[in-house]
């Protein structure tokens, strides 16, 4: 199973939405979330899931309609989740090839690197659950 793990576009400052829960992508983050749909729609995507924060939604928004799917709001993705909660969600995902869209340190956390935003991580998903490192995707604007 593959699972791309999308570290979510440039957003803009964390002033600029009353709460970080809400911070929109910026002009350079809309760019890459389009050109975004290029580099994952080789992949047979099945499904979309993503931390419910604004900026990771918006990242995933193009791709969604390009592919005429949803995109699920999971609480597993969102800032400050561990190996543990994704890796939950990963083995709920039954063989389906998945774009998990979430935040730097959720990336840090399960790969113990660091992505740049609007990056890409593909990853395989071993019988046991493990996750190995296929490909770095750098982002595409």
């Given at each position: 199973?593959?699972?791309?793990?999308?570290r979510h576009a440039t957003a803009g400052?964390?002033?600029?939405?009353?709460?970080?829960?809400?911070?929109?992508?910026?002009?350079?983050?809309?760019?890459?979330?389009?050109?975004?749909?290029?580099?994952?729609?080789?992949?047979?995507?099945?499904?979309?899931?993503?931390?419910?924060?604004?900026?990771?939604?918006?990242?995933?928004?193009?791709?969604?309609?390009?592919?005429?799917?949803?995109?699920?709001?999971?609480?597993?993705?969102?800032?400050?989740?561990?190996?543990?909660?994704?890796?939950?969600?990963?083995?709920?995902?039954?063989?389906?090839?998945?774009?998990?869209?979430?935040?730097?340190?959720?990336?840090?956390?399960?790969?113990?690197?660091?992505?740049?935003?609007?990056s890409t991580w593909v990853l395989e998903?071993?019988?046991?659950?493990?996750?190995?490192?296929?490909?770095?995707?750098?982002?595409?604007?």
């Amino acid at each position: 199973m593959t699972v791309l793990l999308v570290r979510h576009a440039t957003a803009g400052k964390s002033t600029s939405a009353p709460d970080d829960h809400l911070r929109p992508l910026d002009d350079r983050g809309w760019e890459q979330a389009e050109k975004l749909v290029d580099t994952l729609a080789p992949y047979g995507v099945q499904r979309i899931l993503t931390s419910p924060y604004v900026r990771c939604r918006q990242t995933v928004e193009s791709l969604a309609r390009a592919l005429g799917m949803p995109a699920e709001d999971r609480p597993e993705l969102a800032e400050g989740s561990t190996t543990e909660d994704v890796l939950r969600l990963v083995g709920s995902l039954d063989g389906e090839t998945a774009v998990l869209c979430t935040h730097g340190d959720v990336v840090h956390e399960i790969l113990g690197e660091e992505s740049k935003k609007g990056s890409t991580w593909v990853l395989e998903v071993a019988p046991d659950g493990a996750l190995a490192r296929r490909e770095y995707l750098p982002p595409p604007a």
